[in-house]
């Protein structure tokens, strides 16, 4: 955990709005964008399958126009994948410059770097919890944490 933010218990649970209210906003916005891949990945099967049909290869003037068609479904689902990318890196960076380790966007599972009479572990908070109540050591992940009370048994 070194050069990583350290946090205590009540450093932690005082970012848990901050960060309820960025997953959500990111939770949306990326779904929404997604939504727009769907759609333009659709159109791109369907132009592919246009291109592949037997009258397109018999007649030169369809095959001109499946290919066309083809070549703008591939730009815009190259354009709503960027799109998504980029929201993606966003919310990612914005999620993850305050510090805490971001380990599931969707489900909202994240850690807080943490330390104790020589202790390392994590505070794990996942977002629909009111509080953080949880930690676990650093290689034991979510199936592996214990609620807080537990933690003075480890140092």
Known sequence: MQGQKVFTVKEAQELIP????????ANDDLTGRLEFVRAANEQYEAAEGALEGRDVAEDLEKLRA????FQIAIEKLS?????YLSRLNYWLDEINSTGVILRDLREGLLDFPAEENGLQYLLCWKMGEADVNFWHLENDGYSGRKPLT?????Y
């Open 18 to 25: 901050t960060l309820s209210q960025l997953l959500s906003d």
């Open 150 to 154: 537990t933690l003075p048994e480890y």
């Open 66 to 69: 499946a290919r066309a068609e």
């Open 79 to 83: 354009k709503a994948q960027n799109a």
